[in-house]
């Protein structure tokens, strides 16, 4: 594997020092995590600001760990400067999405950089939907654009049921993030690479179709 790229490393260390604030300082964390009664107060830095703290030290892991994994393959097809824009967009999505689904819920908070990294994950996907990925406690390569699809309708079930506490609503605005501005930076994907373009959008059209619906 390459050297890690500065881009990623800056994200990572910014992640890093808000996190470690966040662990000592709880006045610090409660006034910049995701909290939907305060945001609709008019506290709109709160969407971003979410995105880099953390709970605790393997949540922070498991986010930068996965975010070093597939930043690459982003930065190797767009740079610095389109990956850094990608993960923003993809962590604003994340939280325009949870403010959605739990606007009615002043209690709700959240916080973490999964949404932002997961519209990494996707963009990544979308951009190598064939190359073969490994997870944990399956001793079987699987193909990108299965696993990003399989993701994303666990995270429809996540959301539906309430599974965990995980912020399963942020992770789908971050995919939708990535997912979008991939498209928007490389349109062409639309013609090359027509059939992926369509099977990683389906989880997105049944979200906004099970919603329209009354069924999340």
């Known amino acids: 594997m390459n050297d890690i790229d500065i881009a990623t490393i800056a994200i990572i260390g910014a992640n890093i020092l808000v996190s470690l604030k966040g662990f000592n300082d709880s006045y610090f964390f409660d006034r910049y995590k995701f909290a939907i009664g305060a945001i609709r107060a008019g506290q709109k830095e709160r969407m971003f600001t979410s995105g880099f703290l953390h709970v605790d030290i393997p949540h922070l892991f498991f ?52 949404g932002a990294v997961t519209g990494i994950l996707y963009s990544a996907i979308l951009l190598q939907p064939n190359d073969s990925l490994y997870i944990m406690f399956i001793p079987v390569p699987i193909p990108a654009y299965v696993l990003g699809i399989g993701y994303l309708l666990y995270s429809i079930y996540g959301m539906k049921s309430r599974l965990g506490n995980i912020g399963h609503t942020a992770h789908f605005g971050g995919a939708i993030g990535g997912y979008a501005t991939t498209l928007l930076f490389l349109p062409s994907l639309l013609q090359t690479d027509t059939l992926m373009v369509l099977l990683l959008a389906i989880p997105i059209i049944l979200l906004f179709i099970l919603e329209k619906l009354g069924k999340i």
């Open 63 to 114: 986010n930068m760990f996965t975010l070093y994994f597939f930043a690459d393959v982003v930065i190797g097809w767009f740079g610095q400067m389109k990956f850094l824009i990608i993960y923003a967009i993809s962590l604003l999505a994340g939280s325009l999405l949870a403010l959605f689904f739990h606007k009615d819920e002043p209690y709700y908070s959240a916080v973490g950089a999964s």
